[in-house]
């Protein structure tokens, strides 16, 4: 099938790599003329593990290709797929949806044949009605359809090609039988496919990251009862998650969640509810207690080193929202280093996925580009991101430090292991043995 990827953004560029993979031909169109002349030169903007390789396979068997012509690339294909961002406007908790209907438009302009448009954006339930009425001049071309995506960062490519489910809305039964021939190599493998109304496919995919929020949250809660009443939070996360009703993914405690998706769909859900007047009770308290998160584990630092934090060195490793991924949206790190800094600490940080732009202006920050240098001297290591190089660290021989203390926020070590080492550890949800 020829397809049509508008926007090159994580969705975009992922799903349109992996639908040429498994045989389409596909075109991503963005405005960007430097990120298309990049991807045209087989460089990825985005970190994403495998996609490079992916880009530069598909490009050179001519199945995958680039453009900023966003005329030609929507009237040569069949189905069109919008995959713009849809931000939390400044100030509010409401989606910005200008993009995804300055693409409907942009289809009405272009389009002289038949057309399935696709929104794989995540959107508040009732866009694809919106989007019908800007197309309704030429109603007979188009069936709207909603196709959420549900990749995980670091997974992408994996999740695209196994998923969980692929869940298809459409007011129009024919829509299915298209959708489900271009996802047969897929479903050939075993992945469900389930079908709804346009309005229940927007709904599931915000419904879906609340609740996995929530879950977040829910742990990071009980994390807190744990250090004050002695138990090890890990083993609550176990005997809870061996029941199947409840499932022990994302019942890890650590840092408040973050990235592209959970802090702006759980404001989405809410402000959708809003709209019908409904109080979502539950997903504003997510909210609130996951903001709070950051401000807690920050307050934490001075029960750590005191509460004069001049000159202190302080070492970061890792600083992204999550491992195998360069995204530093609501990440941690974005409020704990600027306020350590604030404080007269000297910060150092290391990530995998390298230095970022967001510490660049801070004086008493300095990226480091490896383990050792990084934290060479610290008094205190934090490991905010568990990246797989984080999870072996010979501390005593790095850190060369005799009163340094390392504060995990993922968890990653035995406690008693660290105490046998003689090294004061505290991390989260866990018994102090220090």
Not at 75 to 81: A, E, G, H, L, M
Not at 135 to 161: H, M, Q, V, Y
Not at 166 to 188: C, H, Q, W
Not at 364 to 384: M, P, Q, R, T
Request: proline content about 3%.
């Amino acid at each position: 099938m020829k397809l049509c990827m508008i926007g090159t953004g994580y969705v975009g560029l992922v799903s349109g790599a992996c639908f040429a993979d498994i045989g389409n031909e596909v075109v991503c169109v963005d405005k960007d003329k430097n990120k298309i002349d990049k991807l045209n030169s087989s460089i990825s903007p985005i970190y994403e593990p495998g996609l490079d390789e992916l880009i530069k396979k598909n490009f050179l068997a001519k199945r995958l290709s680039f453009t900023t012509n966003i005329h030609k690339a929507i009237s040569t294909s069949d189905i069109i797929f919008i995959c713009v961002g849809t931000p939390t406007k400044k100030g509010t908790i409401k989606v910005d949806l200008s993009f995804v209907y300055k693409c409907a438009k942009e289809i009405l302009k272009y389009s002289k044949r038949k057309k399935i448009i696709v929104t794989k954006s995540t959107v508040p339930v009732g866009t694809g009605d919106e989007i019908e009425k800007i197309l309704k001049k030429k109603k007979k071309l188009f069936i709207t359809i909603s196709n959420p995506e549900f990749l995980r960062e670091g997974e992408a490519i994996r999740d695209f090609r196994y998923p969980d489910r692929i869940v298809i809305g459409s007011n129009e039964k024919k829509a299915f039988d298209i959708m489900r021939k271009l996802y047969v190599p897929l479903t050939n493998k075993g992945s469900k496919f389930f079908t709804t109304s346009r309005r229940g496919a927007e709904l599931i995919k915000y419904a879906s990251n609340a609740f996995l929020a929530t879950k977040i949250t829910f742990i990071n809660e009980l994390a807190n009862l744990c250090e004050k009443s002695g138990v090890n939070i890990e083993d609550i996360s176990l005997g809870m998650g061996y029941d199947s009703r409840i499932g022990g993914r994302f019942l890890r405690a650590g840092p408040a969640y973050g990235g592209s998706c959970f802090p702006k769909d759980t404001k989405g859900l809410v402000s959708a509810a809003d709209k019908y007047k409904i109080n979502l009770s539950v997903v504003k308290s997510v909210i609130k207690s996951n903001q709070e998160r950051v401000n807690l584990l920050t307050q934490r630092i001075h029960k750590i080193l005191g509460s004069n934090l001049k000159n202190k060195k302080i070492s970061f490793l890792g600083v992204t929202f999550k491992p195998n991924t360069d995204d530093m949206r609501d990440s941690t790190s974005l409020k704990m280093i600027p306020y350590l800094c604030k404080k007269g600490a000297k910060v150092n940080y290391y990530d995998p996925s390298g230095e970022k732009n967001e510490f660049r202006k801070i004086k008493s920050c300095f990226y480091k580009n490896n383990i050792k240098s990084n934290c060479f001297g610290a008094d205190l290591v934090v490991l905010l991101t568990e990246w797989d190089e984080f999870k072996s660290i010979d501390f005593k021989k790095i850190v060369k430090n005799k009163k340094f203390k390392v504060y995990d926020l993922r968890n990653l070590y035995s406690a008693g292991e660290m105490k046998k080492n003689k090294i004061n550890y505290y991390s989260v949800g866990r018994p102090n043995i220090n």
